[in-house]
């Protein structure tokens, strides 16, 4: 270990200049116009594992963009781990609100900060910890000491829904055969509060479209007679949630999974500072469901959202228009025993339902996702959080994140295996909005990490 801790300390500056020239790299997946990018990133990533030393490198070929696969089998006696990630990033919008390029990566100081941190898309999520794993690889190999066989698998539809990654599971399932699913595309609550996440969301995403006359019309002349569609999506969809932000679909709660009240209490004693979490929003209160906490509203309950709305004139100056149509982009976050397609069906049969006369409703399903949790009595969590333990001289807190990484609930049905969700970015890195960063403490603690979770795991499943 003492050989691979060297390593990476005097690889350190080497390693941020190739997350640059990755992160340099515009990675959309949800944009066709970015797909060449896409592509280029996968061979930028399959080259990178060449040179690290993994075997069987392979970009292989989906209905969408590309999946690049390498691994290195040690002994067929040791513990096989999968390592999963994405090299795809959210779309940069909106682009005036960054202070520097998206695709241009710099290093800034900040308070949170004070080493620095790399702002780009991507730094974090997922870029910059997907590539601690391939460097922390590098790390072992080049020390001689990889302690189990390795197997990496990363995509560029994560963004998208992971449309075609199900598929390749079931595909090379032989292939891809592990014990356990390792990927860090989640948080720690603070630098000094390590954390280990134990659940995700579920999430159902649906686009509602509300129709009105067939053409838009003069709202002088037509206005008060007929129906406003932006009005009235604007009226269904404040009636979805009620003066408590309880959400009003029927049956929407049925298959919440409840917890005890030990449990809610276990949860609320992680480290979390409202006043804080509010000054740094900038917002004078926090808005949820009651009868919960900050922490449980953004993980244990579920939630509804609209993500974009749209319709109208909304150019510059005053249009006297009253527009023939109205859209929405709605997700709702889910949790436990919820199902992801039963929750669309509910929605879609309400919504269709309080639609008044005078409009007609289109809803459409975008992709969805199951929940998952995962348990802390397993090798691969003590493996973790023994590993943390290490690096940060305290030990993790296992907490339930609000995000969702649908693909993870697959990977237990087809692959029959649990992950270990060890992330190393912050809450407040900023991912999917601009100015996303990744703390250069962030990114080497991981890189340090990893190889240590490989160690404590090979003892442990011995
Ligand atoms: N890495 C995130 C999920 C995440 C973020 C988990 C923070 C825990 C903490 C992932 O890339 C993501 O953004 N997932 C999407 C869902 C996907 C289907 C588009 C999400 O959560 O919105
Ligand atoms: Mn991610
Ligand atoms: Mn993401």
């Given at each position: 270990m003492e050989k691979v801790q060297k390593f990476i300390t005097e690889g350190k500056e080497r390693f941020v200049q190739e997350l640059f020239d990755l992160l340099r790299i515009p990675s959309v997946s949800a944009d066709p116009a970015y797909a060449n990018d896409v592509r280029r990133t996968a061979e930028f990533l399959a080259e990178k594992m060449n040179d690290a030393?993994?075997?069987?490198?392979e970009i292989h070929e989906t209905p969408g963009h590309p999946i690049v696969f390498g691994e290195k089998m040690v002994d067929e006696k040791l513990p096989t781990v999968l390592v999963y990630g994405h090299y795809d990033v959210q779309p940069p919008d909106p682009l005036d609100l960054w202070e520097s390029g998206p695709f241009e990566p710099v290093i800034k100081k900040t308070a949170i900060h004070p080493e620095g941190a790399i702002y780009a898309r991507g730094a974090c999520d997922d870029k910059g910890q997907m590539y601690m794993h391939l460097k922390a690889f590098e790390a072992m190999n080049t020390a001689g000491n990889i302690p189990v066989n390795l197997k990496f698998m990363i995509e560029g539809e994560e963004e998208v829904g992971s449309v075609n990654l199900g598929d390749f599971c079931k595909k090379y399932k032989d292939k891809l055969a592990c014990d356990v699913v390792l990927l860090s595309d989640t948080s720690v609550i603070a630098n000094d509060v390590p954390s280990i996440t134990v659940g995700l969301r579920g999430l159902s995403y649906i686009e509602v479209e509300v129709v009105g006359a067939n053409r838009d019309l003069h709202s002088g002349v037509y206005g008060g007679a007929v129906a406003n569609p932006i009005n009235i999506l604007s009226k269904m969809i404040a009636s979805l949630q009620d003066e408590n932000n309880k959400i009003t679909i029927p049956g929407f709660y049925d298959d919440v999974e409840e917890l005890s009240k030990e449990e809610r209490t276990a949860m609320n004693q992680a480290p979390f500072n409202l006043e804080q979490y509010k000054a740094s929003l900038e917002i004078d209160d926090v808005l949820g469901e009651s009868g919960y906490t900050t922490l449980e509203r953004t993980s244990i309950r579920p939630t509804l959202d609209v993500n974009g709305i749209w319709g109208g004139y909304i150019g510059e100056g005053a249009k006297t228009v009253l527009p023939s149509k109205a859209n929405a982009k709605i997700s709702m976050r889910l949790v436990p025993n919820q199902h992801p397609d039963k929750i669309t069906k509910l929605f879609k049969d309400y919504f269709e339902s309080i639609a008044p006369l005078g409009v007609r409703v289109k809803v459409e399903p975008h992709h969805g996702g199951f929940p998952a949790v995962t348990p802390t009595n397993t090798a691969e969590y003590k493996a973790a959080e023994k590993a943390m333990e290490t690096t940060y001289g305290k030990t993790p807190i296992p907490q339930r994140s609000g995000g969702s990484i649908p693909i993870v609930s697959l990977f237990e049905e087809v692959f029959g295996v649990k992950s270990v969700l060890m992330g190393f970015g912050l809450n407040s890195d900023d991912i999917h909005s601009p100015n996303e960063h990744y703390g250069l403490f962030n990114y080497y603690k991981g890189i340090e990490t990893i190889p240590y979770f490989f160690k404590y795991y090979a003892e442990l499943k011995k």
């Amino acid at each position: 270990m003492e050989k691979v801790q060297k390593f990476i300390t005097e690889g350190k500056e080497r390693f941020v200049q190739e997350l640059f020239d990755l992160l340099r790299i515009p990675s959309v997946s949800a944009d066709p116009a970015y797909a060449n990018d896409v592509r280029r990133t996968a061979e930028f990533l399959a080259e990178k594992m060449n040179d690290a030393g993994l075997d069987q490198v392979e970009i292989h070929e989906t209905p969408g963009h590309p999946i690049v696969f390498g691994e290195k089998m040690v002994d067929e006696k040791l513990p096989t781990v999968l390592v999963y990630g994405h090299y795809d990033v959210q779309p940069p919008d909106p682009l005036d609100l960054w202070e520097s390029g998206p695709f241009e990566p710099v290093i800034k100081k900040t308070a949170i900060h004070p080493e620095g941190a790399i702002y780009a898309r991507g730094a974090c999520d997922d870029k910059g910890q997907m590539y601690m794993h391939l460097k922390a690889f590098e790390a072992m190999n080049t020390a001689g000491n990889i302690p189990v066989n390795l197997k990496f698998m990363i995509e560029g539809e994560e963004e998208v829904g992971s449309v075609n990654l199900g598929d390749f599971c079931k595909k090379y399932k032989d292939k891809l055969a592990c014990d356990v699913v390792l990927l860090s595309d989640t948080s720690v609550i603070a630098n000094d509060v390590p954390s280990i996440t134990v659940g995700l969301r579920g999430l159902s995403y649906i686009e509602v479209e509300v129709v009105g006359a067939n053409r838009d019309l003069h709202s002088g002349v037509y206005g008060g007679a007929v129906a406003n569609p932006i009005n009235i999506l604007s009226k269904m969809i404040a009636s979805l949630q009620d003066e408590n932000n309880k959400i009003t679909i029927p049956g929407f709660y049925d298959d919440v999974e409840e917890l005890s009240k030990e449990e809610r209490t276990a949860m609320n004693q992680a480290p979390f500072n409202l006043e804080q979490y509010k000054a740094s929003l900038e917002i004078d209160d926090v808005l949820g469901e009651s009868g919960y906490t900050t922490l449980e509203r953004t993980s244990i309950r579920p939630t509804l959202d609209v993500n974009g709305i749209w319709g109208g004139y909304i150019g510059e100056g005053a249009k006297t228009v009253l527009p023939s149509k109205a859209n929405a982009k709605i997700s709702m976050r889910l949790v436990p025993n919820q199902h992801p397609d039963k929750i669309t069906k509910l929605f879609k049969d309400y919504f269709e339902s309080i639609a008044p006369l005078g409009v007609r409703v289109k809803v459409e399903p975008h992709h969805g996702g199951f929940p998952a949790v995962t348990p802390t009595n397993t090798a691969e969590y003590k493996a973790a959080e023994k590993a943390m333990e290490t690096t940060y001289g305290k030990t993790p807190i296992p907490q339930r994140s609000g995000g969702s990484i649908p693909i993870v609930s697959l990977f237990e049905e087809v692959f029959g295996v649990k992950s270990v969700l060890m992330g190393f970015g912050l809450n407040s890195d900023d991912i999917h909005s601009p100015n996303e960063h990744y703390g250069l403490f962030n990114y080497y603690k991981g890189i340090e990490t990893i190889p240590y979770f490989f160690k404590y795991y090979a003892e442990l499943k011995k």
